[in-house]
């Protein structure tokens, strides 16, 4: 057989033997030939194969990548948290802390079910605690599983509905369809904002917040909530509506206090300590 006729030349890498073409380097085919000999095709040696699978997964690592990138843009994650994650997380913390870390990660790891079944979390306690940081946690382990995120608070959300109105970036709606379709909303430091005002009338914030919960809870869609107050004193002190406090109890498939001193004093004072 005549490797010529059938217009295949060898390359500077190539050498050829018994009418078949090898690489140089791991001296496999370089070349198929069919059983009858009237059909041959140049192939990939084994070491092209290798590398064309290693770009191959170079190139799905880079889109991974990406991915995650949007994703972790698109949660709206403080750059403050962005490296926030179980495993660098100082457990030199309360007991009730440390048990609300366990809870978050059994969270993260059934999060297929948690997704089917619209399960939430409540966390609660004293400012300076970590429940925001927890939340952070959460969400960039499951960025990182390309789960849809995103992390806010009632203050941002009035700040984008209002801008809504003098802007064309966003509508209203638009803005409320995205936080009521995400796989997961969490909703940090709940009830810092009073829905009464002086005169018992609702602020402006009251319907927007019912209808974000109102949609999630009927879609079954989880939810994450961090708070100050525990969910009673929503309704008791900071004006939320019985229907609404309602929602976010059904939502909540735990609820989680979590105590002790500020965390954040106590890494000032140790700041503060080592650097006299």
Same mark, same amino acid.
């Given at each position: 057989?005549?490797?010529?006729?059938?217009? $295949?030349?060898?390359?500077?890498?190539?050498?050829?033997?018994?009418?078949? $073409?090898?690489?140089?380097? !791991?001296?496999?085919?370089?070349?198929?030939?069919?059983?009858?000999?009237?059909?041959?095709?140049?192939? *990939?040696?084994? !070491?092209?194969?290798?590398?064309?699978?290693?770009?191959?997964? %170079?190139?799905?690592?880079?889109?991974?990548?990406?991915?995650?990138?949007?994703?972790?843009?698109?949660?709206?994650?403080? @750059?403050?948290?962005?490296?926030?994650?179980?495993?660098?997380?100082? *457990?030199?913390?309360?007991?009730?802390?440390?048990?609300?870390?366990?809870?978050?990660?059994?969270? !993260?790891?059934?999060?297929?079910?948690?997704?089917?079944?619209?399960?939430?979390?409540? %966390?609660?306690?004293?400012?300076?605690?970590?429940?925001?940081?927890?939340?952070?946690?959460?969400?960039?382990?499951?960025?990182?599983?390309?789960?849809?995120?995103?992390?806010?608070?009632?203050?941002?959300?009035?700040?984008?509905?209002?801008?809504?109105?003098?802007?064309?970036?966003?509508?209203?709606?638009?803005?409320?369809?995205?936080?009521? @379709?995400?796989?997961? *909303?969490?909703?940090?430091?709940?009830?810092?904002?009073?829905?009464?005002?002086?005169?018992?009338?609702?602020?402006?914030?009251?319907?927007?917040?019912?209808?974000?919960?109102?949609? @999630?809870?009927?879609?079954?869609?989880?939810?994450?909530?961090?708070?100050?107050?525990? $969910?009673?004193?929503?309704?008791?002190?900071?004006?939320?509506?019985? @229907?609404?406090?309602?929602?976010?109890?059904?939502?909540?498939?735990?609820?989680?206090?979590?105590?002790?001193?500020?965390?954040?004093?106590?890494?000032?004072?140790?700041?503060?300590?080592?650097?006299?």
């Amino acid at each position: 057989m005549n490797l010529i006729d059938y217009g $295949i030349k060898l390359r500077a890498d190539e050498y050829a033997k018994d009418s078949m $073409i090898y690489c140089k380097k !791991c001296h496999t085919q370089r070349i198929f030939v069919s059983e009858d000999k009237k059909f041959v095709v140049r192939c *990939l040696c084994e !070491c092209q194969s290798e590398e064309k699978e290693k770009q191959l997964e %170079l190139e799905k690592q880079k889109q991974r990548l990406e991915k995650v990138k949007q994703l972790k843009e698109m949660s709206l994650l403080g @750059r403050k948290y962005k490296n926030s994650t179980f495993e660098n997380l100082d *457990l030199n913390r309360p007991e009730s802390f440390l048990k609300a870390v366990k809870r978050c990660q059994a969270y !993260c790891k059934a999060w297929d079910e948690i997704k089917n079944k619209g399960y939430g979390l409540y %966390l609660y306690g004293d400012v300076g605690t970590g429940k925001t940081e927890l939340m952070a946690c959460i969400c960039n382990y499951l960025t990182e599983k390309f789960v849809p995120v995103i992390i806010t608070n009632f203050l941002e959300i009035s700040k984008k509905l209002r801008a809504s109105y003098t802007n064309e970036l966003e509508t209203e709606n638009e803005i409320i369809e995205k936080l009521s @379709r995400v796989d997961l *909303l969490i909703l940090d430091d709940v009830g810092a904002e009073k829905l009464k005002k002086k005169d018992n009338t609702d602020s402006f914030m009251q319907e927007k917040i019912y209808d974000i919960i109102n949609r @999630r809870y009927i879609n079954q869609m989880p939810t994450l909530f961090t708070s100050n107050y525990c $969910i009673q004193d929503l309704l008791d002190e900071r004006g939320f509506e019985e @229907r609404t406090v309602d929602r976010i109890a059904e939502m909540s498939n735990a609820v989680i206090k979590v105590d002790g001193d500020s965390y954040r004093e106590i890494v000032c004072k140790r700041k503060t300590k080592e650097a006299l």
